[in-house]
T-cell receptor, first 113, second 112 residues
């Protein structure tokens, strides 16, 4: 039972345009969400997070939007750069006791020069 | 730089031959995790240590064991690797919980 879903396995975007990566979740207990970025032959690195008390969090070119009623979040990258080409994992957490981080399968983003 | 280091980057073992993967950290984090990631799948948590407190996931096979002899080191032992255990194994750390994990580069395990 996949509780965090990244339904699009890949996305290709022109350099300078916006990249929108989507993520859906099914567990209404999740209250904290993170995005990780992974280059080939490297481990994932933390990118940005958002708490369920917010609907938007911004860090430079990266913005995460959360729609709790739709159980949906998205990562916007503006403007996209070739160095952003990587696999992006959405992850969710219920910040209660004995909770663990649940990852999606990831989206491969390719930014074309 | 403070970091999470995994050795080796690539490990080849034979079917049924025990193998140990290692992880060290210089972040002085309390929590260490082992994840298994197969191609095009989500990373799957195998177990984690909060200090010396071991937490095993219910669906982690008994074939997988872990040791944390001190704060800095953590080991993943696969007692009798099967072909289905071929995967990327990721070690991660965090200060107190799952809010922000720091990952190593992973060990890609092949089973022949």
């Amino acid at each position: 039972d996949q509780q965090v879903k990244q339904n699009s396995p890949s996305l290709s975007v022109q350099e300078g345009r916006i990249s929108i990566l989507n993520c859906d979740y099914t567990n209404s207990m999740f209250d904290y969400f993170l995005w990780y970025k992974k280059y080939p032959a490297e481990g994932p690195t933390f990118l940005i997070s958002i708490s369920s008390i917010k609907d938007k969090n911004e860090d430079g070119r990266f913005t995460v939007f959360l729609n709790k009623s739709a159980k949906h979040l998205s990562l916007h990258i503006v403007p996209s750069q070739p160095g952003d080409s990587a696999v992006y994992f959405c992850a969710a957490l219920h910040t209660g006791a004995n909770s663990k981080l649940t990852f999606g399968k990831g989206i491969t983003l390719s930014v074309r020069p | 730089d403070a970091m999470v280091i995994q050795n080796p980057r690539y490990q080849v073992t034979q079917f049924g031959k025990p193998v140990t993967l290692s992880c060290s950290q210089t972040l002085n984090h309390n929590v260490m995790y082992w994840y298994q990631q197969k191609s095009s799948q989500a990373p799957k948590l195998l177990f984690h240590y909060y200090d010396k407190d071991f937490n095993n996931e219910a669906d982690t096979p008994d074939n997988f064991q872990s040791r944390r002899p001190n704060t800095s080191f953590c080991f993943l032992d696969i007692r009798s690797p099967g072909l289905g255990d071929a995967a990327m194994y990721l070690c991660a750390t965090s200060r107190t919980g799952f809010e922000k994990l720091f990952f190593g580069s992973g060990t890609q395990l092949s089973v022949l």
